[in-house]
């Protein structure tokens, strides 16, 4: 079976224990991270779909969709006019998330999801990673391009 069918059949068997996920995950991130908790203006609907979009983006790359990349460029692209995230907090936001469904299934997650999960969460952790190193480059360039005396906001 493929990472894709696995994925799929191991949403299917948590099935509406999907309910109350984001909550959980929210809170789990906050505690992990406090620091951030200001950061959210608007957090019952930014949970929803990051928790969504979490999920979605994996699936996505393990059925090679088109439009995972450019996804991934866009919110890691909006994550910066909330805070500076590091690669160290998407991941662990990716790996709270398969935790929290593994969990949530329970007895009903299917042998060989974990192995598939971490295998996409891999890749949108790759992905994310590139993202950040971009910006810290095209940042850095900036900074070099500028007079003396001034200071990038980028
Ligand atoms: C794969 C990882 C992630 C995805 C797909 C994702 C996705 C999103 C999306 C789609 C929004 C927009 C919500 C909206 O406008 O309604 C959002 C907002 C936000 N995300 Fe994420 N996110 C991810 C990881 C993270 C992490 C790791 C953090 C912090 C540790 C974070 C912090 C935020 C904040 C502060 C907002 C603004 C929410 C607000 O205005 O209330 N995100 N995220």
């Known amino acids: 079976m493929s990472d894709?069918?696995?994925m799929e059949e191991s949403l299917v068997a948590l099935g509406d224990r999907y309910e109350g996920l984001a909550e959980e995950l929210f809170a789990t991130l906050i505690a992990s991270r406090p620091q951030y908790a200001a950061a959210f203006i608007n957090p019952e609907a930014a949970r929803e779909r990051m928790t969504g979009e979490t999920l979605e983006a994996?699936?996505?790359?393990?059925a090679s969709e088109w439009w995972v990349d450019g996804a991934v460029t866009s919110f890691v692209d909006l994550h910066r006019n909330y805070a500076d995230?590091?690669?160290?907090?998407?991941?662990?936001?990716?790996l709270m998330?398969?935790?929290?469904i593994e969990r949530r299934a329970g007895s009903d997650w299917p042998a060989g999801a974990s192995a598939a999960w971490a295998r996409q969460a891999d890749a949108?952790?790759?992905?994310?990673?590139?993202?950040?190193?971009?910006?810290a480059a095209?940042?850095?360039r900036k900074r070099l391009a500028e007079p003396a005396g001034t200071t990038a906001t980028d």
């Open 97 to 100: 998330t398969i935790a929290a």
């Open 85 to 94: 995230f590091d690669a160290g907090d998407y991941e662990a936001w990716i």
């Open 124 to 135: 949108l952790n790759a992905i994310v990673a590139r993202e950040l190193a971009g910006h």
């Open 4 to 6: 894709r069918e696995i």
């Open 138 to 140: 095209r940042a850095a």
């Open 58 to 62: 994996m699936v996505g790359l393990a």
